[in-house]
Antibody, heavy 117, light 110 residues
């Protein structure tokens, strides 16, 4: 079945970097864009942007430009989200989600990133 | 792009119908029929419930329905059941290949 499996929780210090993964299975990886969504503790969903899994081009929502990078390894059907210069306010669950036409399905299980000294 | 506006909470008794609203602008909800709705239980990933405003994915109960009027989209849950208690988020396609989520609504089954 179509599935997205994300990497495990991360605990990082402020100023460090982190790279999260999202491995796809059950479909042709390069046929659908992947989106990333952030959910801070107790807060709502926030769209971060997408990456075209065929061309590698990406787009970021305002507020996620600069420290955030999307990348791919199509040989293993995996997308990555790298966040640099981590701040305590980056503490959140980060979800990847397959974009089908104009909706998101399925979603990965999420990766909790905790930024604390 | 500002978040779409949803009520913080909506409640109903088992068997009743409730409606969750999602208000955007002419730049998102009002311009496109690309509103989707997601259900999120505590500690779980969101799940697609409605797409393109009113379409239900395979496996989603027909108790869930969606509609849109102007800049406001709505999700209606009929025959409310205990398992429907969750957070619900709307999402709309916006200009320039972007998306925006709603603020989220906690649905409580009394």
């Amino acid at each position: 079945q179509v599935q997205l499996v994300q990497s495990g929780s991360e605990l990082k210090k402020p100023g460090a970097s982190v790279k999260l993964s999202c491995k796809a299975s059950g479909y042709t990886f390069t046929s659908y864009a992947l989106n990333w969504v952030r959910q801070a503790p107790g807060q709502g969903l926030e769209w971060m942007g997408w990456i075209n899994t065929d061309t590698g081009s990406s787009m970021f929502a305002q507020g996620f430009r600069g420290r955030f990078v999307f990348s791919l390894d199509t040989s293993v059907s995996t997308a990555y989200l790298q966040i640099s210069s981590l701040k305590p306010e980056d503490t959140a669950v980060y979800y990847c989600a397959r974009e089908e036409e104009n909706w998101f399905d399925p979603w990965g299980q999420g990766t909790l990133v905790t930024v604390s000294s | 792009q500002s978040a779409l506006t949803q009520p913080a909470s909506v409640s109903g008794s088992p068997g009743q119908s409730i409606t969750v609203s999602c208000t955007g602008t002419s730049s998102d909800v009002g311009s496109y029929n690309f509103v989707s709705w997601y259900q999120q239980h505590p500690g779980q990933a969101p799940k697609l419930m409605i797409y393109e405003g009113s379409k239900r994915p395979s496996g989603v109960s027909n108790r869930f329905s969606g509609s849109k009027s102007g800049n406001t989209a709505s999700l209606t849950i009929s025959g409310l059941q205990a398992e429907d208690e969750a957070d619900y988020y709307c999402c709309s396609y916006a200009r320039s290949n972007s998306y925006v989520f709603g603020t989220g609504t906690k649905v409580t089954v009394l």
